[in-house]
């Protein structure tokens, strides 16, 4: 199983350019270690030292924020759209 | 780092809040390694020898009398007039929310466009033309609009303004009056702000709350500075101050520590308090939730369209420096700020925009509830001027009594409103 990620322009350096990429897991945490397995250096970008997602990224899974679901436990289904998006500063 | 000799020697680099990484003082805004916001970084120590009270008294009456505490390399070139508006003691007010000490930092009268915007874009747009922009931008609920426009205008530089299509009438045409691009967009703040961000990477303008953001922030801190000085070099015991992205409290706070650090004021306690509207009112929720994760607001709804923004930048920063400061978060209905604006109006008689009246709202329910004890000094700051938002009130403050040109009437009318007044009610 494997679902479509956006990645934002400032990674594309770690995705060889690619605005969607391929990653199979059955929840987020799983999705970003099978990205950084094929993109390494994307997960230091994406999550801190303790592995918790930076708090300026958004991870979107069918445009939901998993802060408001269940982290990095969110359950990812086939066809799930994951939309990685740092946060946008203004006002 | 490139440190030119027209480099200030005292703003000396741009530094992620997040990771404290270091960038040259360019048109960027988060950081490229954890998408952190960059900060305006400041040699404290080369700022202390300089910027005495001394110093300070001897210069022109406006925000730039701090100018080494503002992140741009030359002198000001854009909103020079700017600030150093009226610290009012209010004590009528004061009797009204049953406090002692309470005074009203008057922003609604700031110079040019009477809100605390015109602070923020002197700062950005005198960066943004040291940075060689000659296109200037920005989104807005309103305020920050009417500011581009109008300090766009008289520095010679092409602006676009991107607002929310439904804002009041009466902001929309303070910013095409200036001759700026004024855009609509359907949809709420947050979408506006999203396009933005797009427009600023594809255009190159320099859009005063997006790349040239860590500038333009800095502005807020001159409304502290100014609180300080003209409290007598002290730093009052409360400040209560509006929400929307957040960012003003934070400067405010960092104004505050500033002056410590360079010992312009003594150390003491002092607590900063937020105030929002209840139909958006992400951070002041999150706070009483004891958390500071910020569940967006996706359709703000409140008459309150200044603070309208749904998905703060800085509410995680405002939420610790409530809680770092022993503040507290407060929220009003849209009938409370109606009767904020009335009553700092005929109390004080400064008209406040709905911003306004959710700050002395949200002030009296701290004072009735305790955070803000009865014998402690208190600030409010009033960020922007009730002509802005006009629809708000019209209506709810009565209608003017409508006779012909006769003395007889005229009798009559004030001899009926007497018996009224004296009548019990």
């Known amino acids: ?91 | 780092m490139d440190m030119d000799k027209n480099s200030s020697p005292y703003f000396t680099h741009l530094k992620c809040r997040e990771c404290g990484r270091a960038y040259d003082k360019l048109a960027i805004h988060i950081c490229e390694f954890d998408f952190g916001p960059l900060e305006a970084a400041y040699d404290y120590d080369a700022i202390r020898p300089v910027l005495t009270r001394d110093a300070i008294a001897s210069r022109p009456g406006s925000m730039w009398r701090y100018r080494e505490l503002l992140p741009i390399d030359g002198e000001p070139t854009v909103g020079r007039q700017v600030g150093f508006t009226p610290l009012v003691k209010a004590d009528r007010l004061a009797r009204q929310l049953g406090v002692r000490e309470l005074y009203i930092k008057n922003d609604t009268v700031n110079y040019p466009t009477l809100s605390f915007k015109d602070r923020v874009v002197s700062v950005a747009l005198s960066r943004a033309r040291e940075l060689g922009f000659q296109t200037v931008a920005c989104a807005s609920t309103g305020n920050l609009a009417n500011s581009v426009a109008a300090n766009a205008a008289s520095a010679g530089l092409t602006s676009y303004v991107l607002i929310p299509a439904d804002l009041e009438r009466s902001k929309i045409i303070n910013s095409l009056v200036y001759g700026a691009h004024v855009i609509g967009i359907h949809g709420a703040y947050d979408q506006v702000n999203r396009l933005c961000s797009e427009i600023a990477g594809k255009y190159g303008w320099g859009f005063v709350n997006v790349n040239l953001r860590p500038y333009y922030a800095e502005g807020s801190k001159t409304m502290g500075f100014e609180i300080v000085e003209q409290l007598g070099w002290r730093i009052p015991r409360h400040t209560v101050v509006c929400m929307a992205s957040g960012s003003l409290l934070t400067k405010i706070h960092k104004a505050y520590r500033e002056f410590i650090t360079l010992g312009l004021v003594e150390e003491s306690a002092f607590s900063i308090h937020g105030a929002q509207a209840h139909g958006c009112s992400p951070i002041s929720t999150a706070m009483k939730k004891g958390t500071d994760i910020v569940k967006p607001v996706a359709k703000p709804n409140t008459i309150v369209k200044s603070l309208a923004i749904g998905t703060p930048a800085d509410g995680y920063y405002a939420i610790h420096t409530l809680r770092d400061t022993g503040g507290s978060a407060e929220d009003c209905t849209d009938e409370e700020v109606i009767a904020g604006i009335r009553l700092l109006a005929e109390c004080e008689g400064i008209f406040a925009e709905t911003a306004g009246g959710v700050t002395v709202a949200c002030a009296r329910k701290l004072i009735q509830n305790g955070a803000i004890p009865a014998d402690e000094s208190v600030v409010l700051c009033i960020t922007g001027h009730g002509l802005k938002t006009q629809e708000a009130v019209a209506g709810q403050c009565g209608e003017p009594r409508l006779i012909n040109p006769s003395l007889r009437e005229f009798d009559a009318l004030l001899a009926a409103s007497r018996q009224t007044e004296t009548q019990p009610s």
């Open chain 1, 1 to 91: 199983m494997s679902n479509n990620v956006r990645i934002p322009t400032p990674l594309r350096k770690l995705t060889n350019d690619q605005d969607v990429v391929l990653a199979g897991g059955a929840n987020i945490g799983e999705i970003l270690n099978d990205l950084e397995k094929n993109h390494p250096g994307l997960k230091e970008r994406i999550c801190d030292e303790q592995g918790n997602v930076r708090r300026f990224v958004n991870i979107f899974v069918n445009d939901e924020d998993i802060r408001f679901l269940e982290e990095k436990a969110t359950a990812v289904k086939d066809g799930d759209e994951i939309s990685i998006v740092p946060a946008i500063a203004g006002g």
